[in-house]
C-alpha cells in the first residue's frame, strides 16, 4: 500500500513505521505524502484507537529531511515545502482526536525532531538523540519546530539548541521535558503500547478533548479556559460519562464505548 512506510495494525493501534532505513529514515516529500495517507487512516478509522509513529532500523527515527531537495528551491519553493509538510503531517498529528505517540529509537535530528515534537507525547529508547541542526545550513526549522521546542523546553534552551545544533541524548532529553520515558531500545516499541492499551481503556471523548484542550494550553489561546468549559459540559452528554460514574459509584471497571 505504502512505498517508504510500513503499517502494522496491533490491538487498535497502527504502527506507522518510516522505511528508509538505508537514508537515516529522511523525509522527503513521498514520505511526507504517505504519512498523510496514513493519518487519514488513524482519523477516519473507527478500529484505529491510535498511532505509534517510530522509524525503521536501529539508527535513526528520523534524521532530518532529504538534503537534495532543498537545492532547486528559492523563498517561495522553500516556504510551500514547509507549509504543505505542516498542513498534511505536523499539524495533522498534532490535531488528531486519536492519540498519536512517538517511539523514538536512534537519531531524530531536524524534521525528525519536529516530527517527534508533534506527536502528543514521546517514549525514547537509549540511544535516541534530538536536535534541530538546520542552522548548520543556513536554514531554521520549517515544520514547527521553534514553536514546539520551546513550548517543550522553554524559550532560553530551545534558543541554545537551535543556535549552536547541539544534540542531546535521551536522559537529557527527559531532564528537559522533550521526552516522556527512555527505555532500552529493545523495550521501545512495547513500552509505547502499554501506555496506548491503558490509554484504549479510557472515555474516547474524553481523550479527544484532553488533547484538544491541552493544544489550547500549549498555543496560549486565549479562549483556553472556556474551551475546557464547553468541553467539560459536553462530555455530560455522553454514555461514556454516565458509565465511567456509575462505575465508581459502583466500585467497579468502567466499559467505556465511545458514545
Known amino acids: 500500500m505504502y512505498q517508504t512506510l510500513l503499517t502494522e495494525l496491533d490491538k487498535g493501534t497502527l504502527i506507522i513505521t518510516i522505511n528508509r532505513p538505508d537514508k537515516m529514515n529522511a523525509l522527503n516529500k513521498d514520505v ?13 478509522k473507527d478500529e484505529i484507537k491510535s498511532a505509534i509513529i517510530t522509524g525503521a532500523g536501529d539508527k535513526a527515527f528520523v534524521a532530518g529531511a532529504d538534503i537534495t531537495e532543498f537545492l532547486a528551491l528559492g523563498k517561495e519553493g522553500g516556504a510551500a515545502l514547509a507549509r504543505i509538510g505542516r498542513e498534511n503531517v505536523f499539524d495533522k498529528i498534532e490535531n488528531c482526536p486519536k492519540p498519536v505517540v512517538a517511539a523514538v529509537n536512534g537519531f531524530s535530528l531536524g524534521g525528525g525532531c519536529e516530527l517527534a515534537m508533534a506527536c502528543h507525547f ?7 538523540k534530538f536536535g534541530q541542526p538546520e542552522v548548520n545550513l543556513g536554514l531554521i526549522p ?23 545544533a547541539d544534540m542531546v541524548g535521551a536522559e537529557e532529553a527527559k531532564t528537559l521535558g522533550l521526552v516522556n520515558h527512555v527505555v532500552a531500545p529493545e523495550e521501545l516499541l512495547q513500552k509505547t503500547k502499554d501506555i496506548l492499551q491503558k490509554i484504549h481503556t479510557k472515555a474516547p471523548f474524553a481523550i479527544e478533548s484532553i488533547i484538544a484542550s491541552v493544544n ?18 459536553s462530555c455530560f452528554a455522553t454514555e461514556d460519562m454516565k458509565e465511567g460514574t456509575a462505575a465508581f459509584l459502583e466500585k467497579r471497571k468502567p466499559v467505556f464505548k465511545g458514545k
Open 142 to 164: 520549517g515544520y514547527g519546530g521553534t514553536q514546539r521546542l520551546t513550548q517543550l523546553v522553554g524559550k532560553g534552551k530551545a534558543m541554545e539548541l537551535m543556535m549552536t
Open 216 to 233: 489550547d494550553a500549549a498555543r496560549c489561546n486565549p479562549h483556553g479556559f472556556d474551551n475546557e468549559i464547553e468541553r467539560f459540559g
Open 122 to 128: 514521546r517514549v525514547a529508547g537509549t540511544n535516541a
Open 32 to 44: 511526507i505524502e504517505e504519512i498523510g495517507k496514513a493519518l487519514d487512516e488513524v482519523y477516519h
